[in-house]
């Protein structure tokens, strides 16, 4: 059964730091793209950060450059989301992606993720 399971979401204050984390399992992981992307009530789902399969190249929305770091551990098929200084317009449900093509490099196009976990809500208080 393939799975995507995020974790780590909550409720922070304005300023503070959260670490999402993204495990996956029955599916391959360490030669795949992975990516994190954020939809907001209202809003369109958008890219918020990626890396590419070996972990050597990475992107991120401008929105959260300087601020949010991803990390990838392939020996426990988990990606990480380091997410520092919050932004109350950071608040929205965060979801890991895996690539659909193999040795992928960082996509920021949601339609190149196969496979989608369900999400954990992120709440930034201002």
């Known amino acids: 059964q393939v799975r995507l399971v995020e974790s780590g979401g909550g409720l922070v204050q304005s300023g503070g730091s959260l670490r999402l984390s993204c495990a996956a399992s029955?599916?391959?992981?360490?030669?795949?793209?992975m990516g994190w992307f954020r939809q907001a009530p209202g809003k369109e789902r958008e890219f918020v950060a990626g890396m590419n399969w070996s972990g050597e190249r990475t992107n991120y929305a401008d929105s959260v450059k300087g601020r949010f770091t991803i990390s990838r551990d392939s020996a426990k098929n988990t990606v990480y989301l380091q997410m520092n200084s919050l932004k109350s317009e950071d608040t929205a449900v965060y979801s890991c992606a895996r690539a659909a093509s193999r040795y992928s490099g960082v996509t920021t196009r949601d339609y190149e993720y196969e496979y989608w976990g369900q999400g954990t809500q992120v709440t930034v208080s201002s």
């Open positions: 029955g599916l391959t992981f360490s030669i795949y793209a």
